[in-house]
């Protein structure tokens, strides 16, 4: 319990030092760039891909559901259901945990690599605030790119139903239609926003501190690595919970 105390305490303490003292906005607007790339826009192949199929894996589910009920569901049902799932939850949160998994061990293997090599001993002998110069630009890209790689996830896993439905015939395709035009709850998308941005601050942040508190040589930066998934990937699912307890309720 001590020990836990002591590492919460430690990532906000972090945190301090990453938002005081920021860079000049030309050395970010250049730092922002390269991080969108390459935590953003490296991953949107693989996002697209697993949604595309998870789409449609969804859709089968639902119809095999609906049509096996005891009272009769219309098929654009099965669209709306698929699109709720979703919204609510597969984008958001399964996606978060898988680019926890890619993302969050590149950034603490990255800055764990600079630290065992001294750069980030360099940075501060130069009297820059390392924390605010590796972590702020991973922080400002990872907010206004997951959001995108979110929406790219839930507008191909909406293309997969509608393949699949295409290829096996087990709805029409103007139900399918249909069932994606249904409304839904202004707040549910608030919601899927709102976590969407809380994932992504955490995706940044945890393998950050991770991979800056590293000690000693690559081994150890393996280790921190392997730490930093598995932690950032409890604290997406805690936090889901309590978002969802939260607003939702």
């Not at 009920?69 to 898988?98: G, N, R």
């Not at 509608?162 to 608030?190: C, H, K, N």
Request: net charge positive; glycine share 8%; hydrophobic share 55%.
């Amino acid at each position: 319990m001590l020990k836990l105390l002591g590492f919460i305490g430690a990532y906000f303490l972090f945190l301090k030092k990453v938002f005081k003292k920021p860079q000049g906005a030309k050395v970010f607007r250049k730092l922002i760039m390269r991080e969108v790339y390459d935590l953003g826009m490296s991953s949107v192949g693989l996002v697209a891909f697993i949604s595309l199929f998870m789409g449609a894996v969804t859709a089968i589910q639902m119809a095999q559901n609906f049509q096996g009920a005891d009272i009769p569901v219309p098929d654009y049902y099965i669209s709306y259901a698929t699109k709720v799932v979703l919204i609510l939850e597969f984008s958001p949160t399964i996606i978060s945990l898988i680019l926890a998994g890619k993302v969050g061990s590149y950034i603490a293997s990255s800055i764990g690599t600079m630290r065992v090599t001294e750069q980030i001993d360099a940075l501060d002998v130069m009297g820059i605030n390392s924390p605010s110069f590796l972590v702020m630009p991973k922080i400002v890209a990872a907010v206004l790119f997951n959001p995108i790689l979110i929406m790219i996830s839930i507008a191909m896993g909406l293309v997969g139903g509608y393949l699949i439905g295409e290829v096996t015939q087990m709805w029409s395709q103007s139900d399918y239609i249909i069932g994606l035009q249904m409304p839904m709850a202004t707040r549910l998308f608030v919601y899927t926003f709102v976590k969407t941005v809380c994932f992504a601050f955490v995706i940044a942040t945890v393998p950050a501190f991770y991979g800056y508190h590293v000690k000693g040589g690559s081994l150890e930066v393996g280790r921190s690595s392997t730490s930093a998934v598995v932690w950032t990937s409890v604290i997406l699912i805690i936090l889901n919970l309590v978002l969802t307890q939260t607003i939702l309720s």
